[in-house]
């Protein structure tokens, strides 16, 4: 059980940076071992994760400084319910693309994911072959079946993808300059957002 975020915010005000450390405080419910943040800036994503609950995370960051040049706010986040260690804590992320991903991708051993996969990894987060796949160009709700997903991305070009299939749930709200998803509704209605729907983003 961990938590997700997808987050873009055209022209944040004061009031919806205090809504960005809202949903990260009230995602909290879904795990307090690790939080990470992904945001697109200066062209690249930025990745900042540590293994401290969201509260003590929010409160050591900027949030002004996740904003793009543009004005804009696009980011990805992710609380952690740890199963084993910390050492591979989410966002998975390179320069150009991130994923915030709950659920189970493979339960087998890390060293036999490039022959069941046919992906090299550098973690033995099974998230990570989320982030490989879509690298490749392939579908991850096509290639990994049996799994769970919900799964939030953002890469380089400002782009925010939000998928999951029926095994994990993932709800979103979006305003005249929001669009938020959130592992639960209770994260949104929580953070004071009153528009809570279940996606139905099935392939």
């Known amino acids: 059980m961990c938590g997700v975020l997808g987050i873009v915010i055209k022209k944040p005000s004061e009031q919806e940076f205090n809504l960005v450390r809202q949903l990260f405080i009230q995602s909290m419910i879904r795990g307090k071992h690790a939080t990470g943040v992904s945001y697109v800036k200066d062209n690249k994503i930025h990745t900042i994760k540590e293994p401290i609950d969201a509260v003590s995370f929010i409160a050591k960051q900027d949030i002004t400084s996740w904003v793009n040049e543009d004005g804009n706010l ?37 060293e036999t994911w490039k022959e069941t996969y046919g992906y090299d990894t550098i973690t033995k987060n ?19 079946q049996p799994a769970s997903m919900s799964v939030c991305t953002i890469d380089k070009d400002k782009v925010l993808t939000a998928f999951r299939n029926e095994a994990r749930p993932l709800y979103y709200a979006y305003g005249h300059n929001i669009v938020i998803f959130a592992s639960t509704a209770d994260i949104l209605k929580r953070s004071g957002l009153d528009l809570q729907f279940p996606t139905n983003m099935y392939e």
């Open 74 to 110: 696009y980011c990805i986040g992710h609380v952690r319910y740890s199963t084993s260690d910390l050492a591979y804590n989410q966002p998975m992320a390179t320069d150009d693309l991130s994923i915030v991903h709950n659920g189970v991708i493979s339960q087998e051993p890390p």
């Open 126 to 144: 099974d998230s990570e072959l989320i982030l490989r796949c879509l690298e490749s160009g392939e579908v991850p709700l096509h290639k990994f």
